[in-house]
C-alpha cells in the first residue's frame, strides 16, 4: 500500500474505516508496519493515540479494534445529533455560496449512487465533513472529526438498509435547502431529524442481524 504523504495514524485510522480492520481484529505491530511499508516506532505511537481515543482496546497483552455496546452507540448519536445540528444552523449563517452549492453537487450526484450502498456510505462521509467546515467554526469541526472517527467502529453503515439510501438523500436535499434559504432553524432541525432516523435504522440493523455495527 503507497503510503503518501501519510502518517502510520492516519493510516490505520484509515484501514479501520474501510472495514480492513473490524471490532475485535488484532493490530499487531510488526504486521502494521511491513503493510504499510513504515517501521514500528511510528506504528507503537499511532497505536497508543488510537487506544487513548478509546478506538482501540486491550484484549490481554493484545490490542483490538474496540467495538461500541448499546450505551456507547446511543450515547455517540446524541452528541452527534447536536453538534451536527449546530454546524447545520452555523453553515446556514455563515457558508459561502459556492460552500452550498457543492453541497447541493453531491446530493444530485448522490441520486446516481442510490444502487451502491458502500459508494453512497463514502460520499455521505463526505457530504458532512464538507456541512462541517461550511460552519466556519474550527473548534466544532475538530469535535465531530473526533465523532466521526468513533464512528468508523460501526462495522456496517445504515445505508445498507433496504429502503434506507433514498430516504437519506432526500435528507440531505431537506439538508441544503434550509442553507439556501439561509434557514438556521431549519437546517438545524433538519439535520438532526436526519441523524436521528440514520440512529433508528441502525438500531433496527443491528436487533436484525448479531453481527451488524
Known sequence: MKTGQKD????????????????GDRLVESELAERFGVSRTP?????????TQSLLARDGRSLIVASLDHNQLAELYVVRAELEGLAASLAAQHAA???????????????QRLDDPAA???????????????????????QLDLVH???????????????RSEKAVG???????????????????????????????????????????
Open 171 to 213: 435528507e440531505h436535499d431537506a439538508i441544503v435547502s434550509a442553507l439556501e434559504a439561509r434557514d438556521r432553524d431549519g437546517a438545524h432541525a433538519a439535520l438532526k431529524t436526519h441523524i436521528s432516523t440514520a440512529f433508528e435504522t441502525r438500531l433496527k440493523l443491528d436487533s436484525g442481524s448479531d453481527a451488524a455495527g
Open 43 to 51: 506504528i507503537r505511537e499511532a497505536l497508543q493515540r488510537l487506544e
Open 8 to 23: 502510520a495514524y492516519e493510516l490505520i485510522l484509515e484501514a479501520i474505516d474501510i472495514g480492513l480492520y473490524k471490532p
Open 149 to 163: 472517527r468513533t464512528m468508523a467502529l460501526l462495522a456496517t453503515t445504515s445505508l445498507a438498509a433496504e429502503g
Open 120 to 142: 453512497l456510505a463514502r460520499s455521505n462521509r463526505r457530504f458532512h465533513k464538507q456541512l462541517h467546515l461550511a460552519s466556519h467554526n474550527r473548534y466544532l469541526v475538530q
Open 97 to 111: 455560496p459556492e460552500e452550498i452549492r457543492v453541497l447541493r453537487e453531491m446530493v444530485e450526484d448522490d441520486r
